[in-house]
Each structure stands twice: as C-alpha cells, then as structure tokens.
C-alpha cells in the first residue's frame, strides 16, 4: 500500500518553512525519510519509529502520529541546500512479525529561490 | 565517502541482450535491496535480501532476477532485455531491522 505524499510541490523563498505530510491506511511500524537532488541518489534523513515520537536534525525535524498513520516533515528557515525531491518510505507489520521493505511515495518536489 | 558501489554508471544495450548489473558494499549489511526510479518518478521495490542465500520479491514485478552468493554482492541480471526495460536501477544496504538504508549511485539503462 503506497503512502500518500503531500503537497506535490513546493517553491518557497530562502528563509521560510515548509511542512511535507505522509499518510498511509494501514498501520505503519515505522517511516523513513529521504532526500534527492536532481541525478543523485537518495540521501537518508530520518526514521520515525511507532510511539508518537519526534525527530529533528538541524533545521529539519519530523514526527509520527500512529494514531492518524501519519507523518510530517518540518523545514524551519529553508536553505537552498535544501532543494530536491523528498521521498517518505514506510514499513508496514507483518504477519510474521517485523517488518519487510520500504514502500515509497510519490515524492514532493521542493524549490527554494533566493 | 561512498560505501556501496554500482557498476556500470551508464549502459546502453540492444534488445534481447543479458545483462548483469552489480552491486557491492563494504559496510558487512545483511539487508540489501533493489529499486527501479523512472525519471522523476518514485522508487519501487523490486527485489530484496536478508542475508546470504536469501532472497525475495518486492512490490513491483521484475522479469530480473537476483543472487546473494556473498554478504557483500547481490547482482541484478536481466536474461533478455527489452526496451520496457529502460529505467534507473538504485541498489541498497541497510544493517537488520528498521535502519536507515544507503544507496549507491544508480544504473541508467536504456535498451534500444
């Protein structure tokens, strides 16, 4: 079941923040988030394990609400480091425990003009 | 500072031909995997591995195949491609359990 990814895009000036939501319809065991620039390979940001919880790191910040099964990425004061496409993966219990691999939505395209 | 190595970068191929992608890590991950990106599109997962000898199908139907003979190489190989095959194939490596996973640079392939 492929996570919902919102907005599609986004272009935003150096200096104001950004919100990127994931949402899924089936119970989550935890979800990841990436980062790619244009010909590049996915970077990791972060993983969001279930329990509510919260991440950040630097300026970038995350957090998991299991009962909504669904998360979002915060970006506080924007660089234009931080162009590129970000991706959310989840993963999703099984029946036998655990968890398999990740299932990524469609990305949301970000844009930061000078 | 790259710790899992695709060869090769680029290939460019005519129809029908087999063709072996590689992977490599350096980084001792049991878990590994294989992604299929068209451009500007999502990742899909295509095959998977926990370990050595073990491998699995992921959520999008690939007519390749994989091994995992070493902890460290898990090959893709196309036995005939067709031009439905052109895409970016990204391989990965992740320690057990919910980790982050890294990836290489990626395959462009194009069939002709």
């Known amino acids: 079941q492929q996570p919902v990814q919102s907005p599609q895009a986004v272009i935003l000036r150096e200096g104001e923040d950004a919100v990127i939501n994931c949402s899924s319809s089936k119970a989550l065991y935890s979800v990841h988030w990436y980062r790619q620039k244009h010909g590049e390979a996915p970077v990791f940001l972060m993983i969001?394990?279930?329990?509510?919880e919260q991440k950040g790191h630097d300026k970038i910040s995350a957090s998991f609400n299991e009962k909504k099964q669904q998360s979002s990425l915060y970006l506080t004061a924007s660089q234009l480091s931080y162009s590129g496409t970000y991706f959310c993966g989840t993963e999703m219990y099984h029946s036998g425990g655990g968890a398999d691999g990740l299932t990524f939505g469609k990305g949301t395209h970000l844009i930061i003009q000078p | 500072e790259a710790d899992i190595y695709q060869t090769p970068r680029y290939l460019v191929i005519g129809t029908g031909k087999k063709i072996t992608l590689e992977c490599s890590q350096t980084m001792g991950h049991d878990k590994m995997y294989w992604y299929q990106q068209d451009p500007g599109m999502e990742l899909h997962l295509i095959h998977y591995s926990y370990g050595v000898n073990s491998t699995e199908k992921g959520d999008l139907s690939s007519e390749s195949t994989v091994s995992r003979i070493r902890t460290e190489h898990f090959p893709l190989t196309l036995e005939s491609a067709r031009p439905s095959h052109t895409s970016q194939y990204l391989c990965?490596?992740?320690?057990?359990?919910?980790?982050?996973?890294?990836f290489g640079d990626g395959t462009r392939l194009s069939i002709l």
């Open positions: 969001l394990l279930k329990g509510g």
């Open positions: 990965a490596s992740s320690m057990t359990g919910s980790q982050p996973q890294h």
